[in-house]
Nanobody
Framework: QVQLVESGGGLVQAGDSLRLSCAASGLTFSMRAMGWFRQAPGKEREFVAAISRSGGSTDYADSVKGRFTISRDNAKNTVYLQMNSLKPEDTAVYSC???????????WGQGTQVTVSS
C-alpha cells in the first residue's frame, strides 16, 4: 500500500520559514519524480515544485521561485519543501505527489496546512 505522509505545516508570520516533509512508503521512491502542490480555500489546486528521480532537476511555479526549494533524500524516501520569505498568499494546504512513468501524478498525500499571517 502506497502512502505519502506530509508534515511540517503550521501557523507562521509573513517573512518566516517552514520546511515541509513528505515521507513515502510502498513504492520505489528513487524511481519516482515527486512534486508539491497547494490548494487555497476557494481556489483550484496549483503546482508548486517538482524534482526528478535523482534530484538533479527541479522546477518551480513562478510565484515561489527564489523563495522555495524542493529537495529529496532517496535513502530516507523523503521529499522536502523549504519555504522561505513566506507571504500570506502562500496560505494553503500543501500536498506531495508521486509521478509515474507516464508523467501522471498518481499517488497523493493527505496534505498539511500552512497558514501565513500578515
Amino acid at each position: 500500500q502506497v502512502q505519502l505522509v506530509e508534515s511540517g505545516g503550521g501557523l507562521v508570520q509573513a517573512g518566516d520559514s517552514l520546511r515541509l516533509s513528505c515521507a513515502a512508503s510502498g513504492l520505489t521512491f528513487s524511481m519516482r519524480a515527486m512534486g508539491w502542490f497547494r490548494q487555497a480555500p476557494g481556489k483550484e489546486r496549483e503546482f508548486v515544485a517538482a524534482i526528478s528521480r535523482s534530484g538533479g532537476s527541479t522546477d518551480y511555479a513562478d510565484s515561489v521561485k527564489g523563495r522555495f526549494t524542493i529537495s529529496r533524500d532517496n535513502a530516507k524516501n523523503t521529499v522536502y519543501l523549504q519555504m522561505n520569505s513566506l507571504k500570506p498568499e502562500d496560505t494553503a494546504v500543501y500536498s506531495c505527489a508521486s509521478k509515474n512513468r507516464n508523467s501522471v501524478y498518481d499517488y497523493w498525500g493527505q496534505g498539511t496546512q500552512v497558514t501565513v499571517s500578515s
